[in-house]
C-alpha cells in the first residue's frame, strides 16, 4: 500500500470514528439564525440597562425587567422538550423570581439560547410533522420551532418597551443624530 492510499484510508478511519451529527435542515437553520438574532439584541439591551433598573416593573403585579428576561430563559429550556431535548439540571420555575442579578440574567440568557439552539438543530427535517402535546393541544415540531421564535421576538418587544420608558435606547437602533431639518420656502400667495 502506498503513501497516499495509507494517508486517504487513515482519514476514512478517522472520520468513520466521529460521532454522526444530523445536520439541520433549511427550516432549522432559519430558526437557528433568527433565534441567534433576536438574542443578540436581548443580550444588548440587557447590558445597556443599569443593574439598578432590573428590578423595575411597570405596574404592580407586573414582570419586572430581570422576571422578563428570566421567563424567557424558563420558556427557551421548557418549550425545547416538547421537541424532544432534556431540560437540563439545575432549571427551576423559581428562577423567574429568584435570579435577578444582571450578569446572572444576561449569562442565563446565553445558556438559555445555546440550548434551544442546540434542540432546534437536532430536529429531524421528518419530524418537523409529527405531533406534540403543548398546553393540551396538539402541535406540529416546526410549530414549536415558531412558537420558540415568536416567544422571544415577543419579550423582546416587552423588554424594549421597558427600557424605554426608562429612558434606555435600544443599542442597535442608537445611530448617528438625524440631520437637521430644512426650512421650506414660504408659499408664495399668486
Same mark, same amino acid.
Given at each position: ?9 487513515? /482519514? ?54 430581570? %422576571? ?27 428562577? +423567574? ?15 438559555? /439560547? %445555546? ?19 403543548? /398546553?393540551?393541544? +396538539?402541535?406540529?415540531?416546526? +410549530? ?47
Amino acid at each position: 500500500m502506498n503513501r497516499s492510499t495509507r494517508t486517504l484510508l487513515g /482519514f476514512v478511519l478517522a472520520l468513520a470514528s466521529l460521532p454522526a451529527v444530523v445536520a439541520a435542515g433549511p427550516l432549522q437553520t432559519d430558526v437557528v439564525n433568527e433565534l441567534t438574532a433576536v438574542e443578540k439584541k436581548l443580550v444588548g439591551l440587557a447590558e445597556a440597562t443599569p443593574a439598578e433598573k432590573f428590578g423595575w416593573r411597570p405596574a404592580e403585579g407586573v414582570r419586572s425587567v430581570s %422576571e422578563v428576561y428570566m421567563h424567557l430563559v424558563g420558556a427557551n429550556y421548557m418549550l425545547p422538550t416538547m421537541i424532544g431535548a432534556k431540560m437540563p439540571a439545575g432549571i427551576t420555575r423559581d428562577m +423567574e423570581k429568584t435570579v435577578t442579578d444582571k450578569a446572572k440574567v444576561i449569562e442565563a440568557i446565553k445558556n438559555s /439560547f %445555546e440550548h434551544t439552539r442546540k434542540a432546534v438543530a437536532a430536529v429531524p427535517d421528518a419530524d418537523l410533522d409529527k405531533k406534540v402535546k403543548f /398546553f393540551g393541544t +396538539e402541535k406540529a415540531e416546526r +410549530e414549536m420551532l415558531m412558537i420558540l421564535v415568536t416567544h422571544a421576538h415577543e419579550h423582546l418587544g416587552q423588554s424594549i418597551a421597558y427600557a424605554r420608558m426608562n429612558g434606555i435606547a435600544p443599542p442597535w437602533s442608537e445611530g448617528p443624530p438625524p440631520a437637521p431639518e430644512k426650512k421650506a420656502a414660504a408659499p408664495k400667495n399668486y
